[in-house]
């Protein structure tokens, strides 16, 4: 089955400063990789997602980037704000008929520092 | 923070006791899922759901049941089989379509904490 890598696991920047969050996936079929943000004590939410098709996505401060050669995704926050201050998860999902599964990474939490 | 529930909140059980975790969604979506989320772990998939009546087991089914016998809802059985339940329980749904069968967008509920005393 698929196997989603996710580094660091903990992450500090000042605010202002970039982040870069990188995952790595095992199936090379995989064709949707999501990023969720979880707020202590709260749901996970979608930020950001790509598709196999394309090999990068921006919206606002944050951008997805997919080298499908690589298998690896990474997520870039920009501009960070201590609002910033999350677990952000990724995910791959592999194809096949009927197949809805997402694979998670393990998760990196980040602190923006004020 | 509509659309999507779960009950309770926090739960405790007894060794030895079955549990059911609810889950309602009020968005229409076809597709449903349990996850389990544990420290430094991650989310793994229990049970998926595509449509009523069918259900297919996720990396860590063991010890867990579910039904699915209306759209709105997923309940999920913590069984007395699960050494280890002990965990954050999530729900979510999306829809499902597309022509090229894409995955979409899963929606989680807020979750319920489980506790075996």
């Known amino acids: 089955g698929e196997n989603v890598e996710q580094h660091p696991s903990t992450l500090s920047v000042q605010e202002g400063d970039s982040a870069v969050i990188k995952c790595t996936y095992s199936?090379?079929?995989?064709?949707?990789f999501p990023w969720y943000k979880q707020e202590l004590g709260k749901r996970p939410q979608l930020i950001i997602d790509?598709?196999?098709?394309?090999g990068e996505k921006k919206d606002q401060r944050i951008a997805v980037t997919l080298n499908k050669t690589a298998k690896h995704f990474s997520l870039h926050i920009t501009e960070t704000q201590p609002e910033d201050s999350a677990v952000y998860f990724c995910?791959?999902?592999?194809?096949?008929?009927?197949?809805?599964?997402?694979?998670f990474g393990k998760g990196t939490k980040l602190s923006v520092i004020p | 923070d509509g659309g999507i529930t779960q009950s309770p909140k926090y739960l405790f059980r007894k060794e030895g006791q079955n549990v059911t975790l609810s889950c309602e969604q009020n968005?229409?979506?076809?597709?449903m899922y349990w996850y389990r989320q544990d420290p430094g772990q991650g989310l793994r998939l229990i049970y998926y759901?595509?449509?009523?009546?069918?259900?297919q087991k996720g990396d860590i089914a063991e010890g867990y049941s579910v039904s699915r016998e209306k759209k709105e809802s997923f309940p999920l059985t913590v069984t007395s089989a699960q050494k280890n339940p002990t965990a954050f329980y999530l729900c979510a749904s999306s829809i499902v379509g597309g022509g090229r069968r894409w995955l979409n967008e899963q929606f989680f509920g807020p979750g319920t904490r489980l506790t075996v005393l």
């Open positions: 199936d090379s079929a995989s064709n949707y």
């Open positions: 790509i598709r196999s098709n394309v």
């Open positions: 759901s595509q449509i009523v009546n069918d259900f």
């Open positions: 995910a791959a999902s592999p194809p096949g008929a009927g197949s809805y599964q997402l694979t």
């Open positions: 968005l229409n979506h076809d597709a």
